[in-house]
């Protein structure tokens, strides 16, 4: 195999390995502060300190986000802003993150204050504010400490591309999901909404910057996928996802989760059929059955 045809089949697994990451909300970056009696949550970064890529996620136990101060965040270097987001006030935004050189919209709808429109300066250093009200959903870049942002043409940016063409680190499905915080804050478990939830569930890494325990999931009758992180564990002996008839796709994005204290855990406990088992033996990977089985077989 020459080399141009070698790097032709390792270059988009690079490149889709790295952006996928970017759909996924960065909630270990972030501060979700309830508001407006409940009905929604504004979204602060965890502290001044945040760098990288910053994805601010649609909802939030199921609420709608509203973007609130990044001001002075100076290691952030790109941003994903959901379609349908609004920022939470007349001065809240990015200003001062002078590292700043990408912003994503992933709609043509972000609402910047009560009448639509912000000038340029107010939620971010240049003008982006502007040329986003004129060119819509995309994403937008400016050289490091630049005022002046250009939209990038052609195909759609992985982090506008639906989440469901990167399984391994989908978008966390927050609005189906509820947390509670446990060990006097330490971390967090999570539960689903209610029992009606259906499709693809994914069980974020962290929330609120804290590690995040699977807890009941029993009887979702209308889940069909579980994806798992790496690191995660079980909260008690028997949490997990029995009753889940529908339930044909699992994902684990590590080896190291842990079921119990002793790390293991027999058949039937955690899922329906053998896959607690299967997993011990087999690892990362994603994992089917049959609608109904017991059989669990890790995808090659």
Same mark, same amino acid.
């Given at each position: 195999?020459?080399?141009?045809?070698?790097?032709?089949?390792?270059?988009?697994?690079?490149?889709?390995?790295?952006?996928?990451?970017?759909?996924?909300?960065?909630?270990?970056?972030?501060?979700?502060?309830?508001i407006?009696?409940?009905?929604?949550?504004?979204?602060?970064?965890?502290?001044?300190?945040i760098?990288?890529?910053?994805v601010?996620?649609?909802t939030?136990?199921?609420? $709608?986000?509203?973007?609130?101060?990044?001001?002075?965040?100076?290691?952030?270097?790109?941003v994903?802003?959901p379609?349908?987001?609004?920022?939470?006030?007349?001065?809240?935004?990015?200003?001062?993150?002078?590292?700043?050189?990408?912003?994503?919209?992933?709609?043509?709808?972000?609402?910047?204050?009560?009448?639509?429109?912000?000038?340029?300066?107010?939620?971010?250093?240049?003008?982006l504010?502007?040329?986003?009200?004129?060119?819509g959903?995309?994403?937008?870049?400016?050289?490091?400490?630049?005022?002046?942002?250009?939209?990038?043409g052609?195909?759609?940016?992985?982090?506008?591309?639906?989440?469901?063409?990167?399984?391994l680190?989908?978008?966390?499905?927050?609005?189906?999901?509820?947390?509670?915080?446990?060990?006097?804050?330490?971390e967090?478990?999570?539960?689903?909404?209610?029992?009606?939830i259906?499709?693809?569930?994914?069980?974020?890494?962290?929330?609120?910057?804290? $590690?995040?325990?699977?807890?009941?999931?029993?009887?979702?009758?209308?889940?069909?996928?579980?994806?798992? $992180?790496?690191?995660?564990?079980?909260?008690?002996?028997?949490?997990?996802?029995?009753?889940?008839?529908?339930?044909?796709?699992?994902?684990?994005?590590?080896?190291?989760?842990?079921?119990?204290?002793?790390g293991?855990?027999?058949?039937?406990?955690?899922?329906?059929?053998?896959?607690?088992?299967?997993?011990?033996?087999?690892?990362?990977?994603?994992?089917?059955?049959?609608?109904?089985?017991?059989?669990?077989?890790?995808?090659?």
């Amino acid at each position: 195999m020459t080399k141009r045809a070698l790097m032709g089949l390792i270059l988009p697994a690079i490149i889709g390995a790295s952006t996928a990451f970017a759909q996924q909300p960065t909630l270990d970056k972030l501060k979700l502060v309830s508001i407006k009696g409940g009905a929604e949550y504004k979204a602060n970064p965890i502290n001044n300190q945040i760098s990288g890529a910053v994805v601010i996620p649609a909802t939030y136990n199921g609420k $709608p986000v509203s973007v609130d101060y990044f001001t002075g965040c100076k290691e952030i270097t790109s941003v994903t802003i959901p379609a349908g987001a609004q920022f939470s006030d007349v001065y809240s935004g990015f200003q001062g993150c002078t590292k700043l050189t990408s912003v994503t919209f992933q709609g043509s709808d972000t609402i910047f204050s009560q009448s639509g429109k912000a000038g340029n300066g107010v939620r971010f250093q240049g003008d982006l504010s502007i040329a986003y009200q004129t060119s819509g959903a995309g994403t937008y870049t400016r050289p490091a400490g630049g005022t002046n942002w250009t939209k990038q043409g052609g195909a759609m940016t992985p982090a506008q591309q639906p989440a469901a063409q990167y399984p391994l680190a989908q978008q966390a499905a927050l609005d189906k999901l509820k947390f509670t915080a446990i060990k006097n804050g330490a971390e967090y478990k999570v539960n689903p909404m209610n029992n009606q939830i259906s499709g693809a569930v994914v069980i974020p890494a962290t929330y609120n910057g804290k $590690p995040v325990s699977v807890d009941y999931f029993t009887s979702c009758k209308e889940i069909t996928s579980v994806t798992i $992180p790496a690191g995660a564990q079980f909260s008690d002996v028997y949490s997990g996802f029995q009753g889940c008839t529908k339930l044909t796709s699992v994902t684990f994005q590590g080896s190291d989760t842990i079921f119990s204290q002793s790390g293991k855990a027999g058949n039937g406990v955690r899922f329906q059929g053998d896959l607690s088992i299967v997993y011990q033996t087999s690892g990362a990977g994603t994992y089917t059955r049959s609608a109904g089985g017991t059989n669990w077989t890790k995808v090659q």
